[in-house]
Every structure is written in C-alpha cells, then in structure tokens.
C-alpha cells in the first residue's frame, strides 16, 4: 500500500521561507516520479514541480528561480524548498506519486504567506 506523508507547512510572513518535505511507503521515489502540487481555494490543483527517477526536473513558470525540488533517496524523501514566497502561493500543496501507472496522494499541507 503506498502512502504518502507531507510536513513543513505554516504560517509565514512574503519573501520567507519553507521546505515541505513528503516521506513515502510502498513506493520508492528513486525508481518513480514524484511531485508537488498545490491547489488554492476554488482553483484546481496545479503542477508545481517534479523530479522523474532520472533525476530530471521541471517547474511551473510561477516558481522558477524560487522553489527548489530534491530527493533523498536514502530516506525514500522528496523535498520542496520554497524561497521568496509571495501571497500568491498560499495554497494546499500535495505531495504526488505514480506507481504502475496509478496516481497517489498525500493528504496535503497548508502554507499560508501573509503580506
């Protein structure tokens, strides 16, 4: 059973900082692609970033320059560095996960950039 485990959302001030991180089970992010997405009220969820097993990586244009994609694979962990927040980005984020062609989810952490 894969599950999917977010943590490092808050609360925080425009132009600070946080790093999301999404700890998995029943998966391994080495040989799977993962993602983060974010979804605001009443917007859909959106592609924020993703990083392929291969190591490649791509951004939505809104948080190139200011959000940073990883993975640790020793602890089967993928990360999303966020700097520069802006008010623009406070949303739901979800962690996101592909295994045998089926799409999993975390339940989701809240960030919340005041201005």
């Known amino acids: 059973q894969v599950q999917l485990v977010e943590s490092g959302g808050g609360l925080v001030q425009a132009g600070g900082s946080l790093r999301l991180s999404c700890v998995a089970s029943?998966?391994?992010?080495?040989?799977?692609?993962a993602a983060w997405y974010h979804q605001a009220p009443g917007n859909q969820r959106e592609l924020v970033a993703r990083i392929t097993s291969d190591g490649s990586i791509n951004y939505a244009d809104s948080v190139k320059g200011r959000f940073t994609i990883s993975r640790d694979n020793a602890k089967n962990t993928v990360y999303l560095q966020m700097n520069s927040l802006k008010p623009e980005d406070t949303a739901v984020y979800y962690c996101?996960?592909?295994?045998?062609?089926?799409?999993?989810w975390g339940q989701g952490t809240q960030v919340t950039v005041s201005s």
């Open positions: 996101n996960a592909v295994k045998f062609e089926n799409p999993y």
């Open positions: 029943g998966i391994i992010f080495r040989v799977s692609a």
